[in-house]
Each structure stands twice: as structure tokens, then as C-alpha cells.
């Protein structure tokens, strides 16, 4: 069954702290993953997508990484901001035509001056 | 604003009421998405278009549910005889083609509560 996990599933952190969120999937045949920040009420924005060759990828304070080999990435945010807090999803994609896109249930990432 | 639009953002109906949500997509994007997200999951697929032709439903598109891209610019997500269960947001994205070049945009979402 295609899935994906996200860990943790809430996390607080102090205004200006690094934090990793992590993503494990079990999704076949893998295209590509994404990583959406949504802030609350509104909807995903994308940050970063990467695909099996890719190991790493920066959108300015926030860098994910991918193993395709383990089927794990993480997003790490540098120097948050409070305007950081909202909810990070992992989605990987099944196909090239993205159509069929498989999202985790999202970390919840508050951040308190 | 050009991004993708949602109408109405909010809408409370009763158990057996249709409700019609309306999508927006950017400009010349030919490629409009439907998901369904629940309170603390991530969003789940619906059905998407390329133009106006609807190419794929989820299983979770049951049949009182209908989506339409009548010109292949906005589209409509129908919900008919709702039930408590429908309560989500609902979110439309497009994009201008296919594959990881291109990227799916989201709109701010359609809220629906069902009492």
C-alpha cells in the first residue's frame, strides 16, 4: 500500500532554532517528493521537489534531502521565524504524470518568540 | 491575484442539502485538480482535468459527488444529498501540464461543514 509517514506529528520550537522534519515512504514506483508548507486555513504552498537522483535541495532557509535507497527525506528549517508556524506535508508522487500524488498527514511546526 | 480562486470559502449546509463549489485556475493552466482535505490529514485526490476532459476519479469520488470543467477554464465540484461525513475542505489546483516541471498551484480552499 502506498504511504507516507511524517514524524513528528507536532513540534514547538523557540523563535530563531533549527529544527528536521522527517517523511519514510513506501510508495512504488516513486517519481518525485515534494515538500507543501500550509498555513492554516489556506492552501499548500510547494517549497522544494526532488526526484530519486536528487539528494538535496535548498529554497532558502528550509533544505530537504532524499534517500531513495532507505525511502526517507527531511526538511530542515534554519534560523526559524515565527511566521515559520504552519503544517509541512511530504507528498511523493507515483507516476511522471503527478496525478496520482500520496501526502502525509503534515508536522505541525509552532514557533514561539 | 492571479493565483487559483475558490468560491465560496465557507459553506454550512444540512445533512441532505447539494452544495456547488466553484474552482478558478490560473490562467492557461490546463490541468485543474480536485482534493478533499479532513481536519489533521493531508489532502486526498479526487479527480483532476486536462481541459475540459475529466481523465481520472478517486474511489473516494462516490456518486453524489460530480466535477465538471464545462470551457476548460473553472470548474464546479458538486455534492449531492450531503452527509456529516462530507464536512473537509476542499481544495482545486492547476497546472500548466504534467510530470515534476510542473508544478500544482493550490487555492485557498472551500471549507464545508455539515450539520
Known amino acids: 500500500k502506498n504511504q507516507v509517514e511524517q514524524s513528528p506529528q507536532s513540534l514547538i520550537i523557540l523563535e530563531g532554532k533549527n529544527c528536521t522534519l522527517q517523511?519514510?515512504?513506501?510508495?512504488?514506483?516513486?517519481?518525485?517528493l515534494r515538500w507543501y508548507k500550509q498555513d492554516t486555513g489556506r492552501g499548500p504552498v510547494s517549497l522544494t521537489i526532488m526526484t530519486f537522483s536528487e539528494n538535496t535541495k535548498s529554497n532558502g532557509r528550509y533544505t530537504a534531502t532524499l534517500d531513495a535507497d532507505t525511502k526517507q527525506s527531511s526538511l530542515h528549517i534554519t534560523a526559524s521565524q515565527l511566521s515559520d508556524s504552519a503544517s509541512y506535508i511530504c507528498v511523493v508522487s507515483v507516476s511522471q504524470a503527478g496525478t496520482a500524488l500520496i501526502f502525509g498527514k503534515g508536522t505541525t511546526l509552532s514557533v514561539s518568540s | 491575484d492571479t493565483g487559483v480562486s475558490q468560491n465560496p470559502r465557507h459553506k454550512i449546509t444540512k445533512r441532505g442539502q447539494n452544495v456547488t463549489f466553484r474552482c478558478d485556475p490560473i490562467?492557461?493552466?490546463?490541468?485543474l485538480y480536485w482534493y478533499r482535505q479532513t481536519l489533521g490529514q493531508g489532502p486526498e485526490f479526487l479527480t483532476y482535468f486536462q481541459n475540459e476532459a475529466q481523465l481520472e476519479k478517486s474511489r473516494l469520488l462516490s456518486d453524489r459527488f460530480s466535477a465538471e470543467r464545462p470551457k476548460g477554464s473553472f470548474s464546479t465540484l458538486e455534492i449531492q444529498r450531503t452527509e456529516q461525513g462530507d464536512s473537509a475542505m476542499y481544495l482545486c489546483a492547476s497546472s500548466l501540464g504534467q510530470g515534476i516541471a510542473y508544478e500544482q498551484y493550490f487555492g485557498p480552499g472551500t471549507r464545508l461543514t455539515v450539520t
Open positions: 517523511c519514510n515512504y513506501t510508495v512504488s514506483p516513486f517519481s518525485n
Open positions: 490562467s492557461e493552466h490546463n490541468r
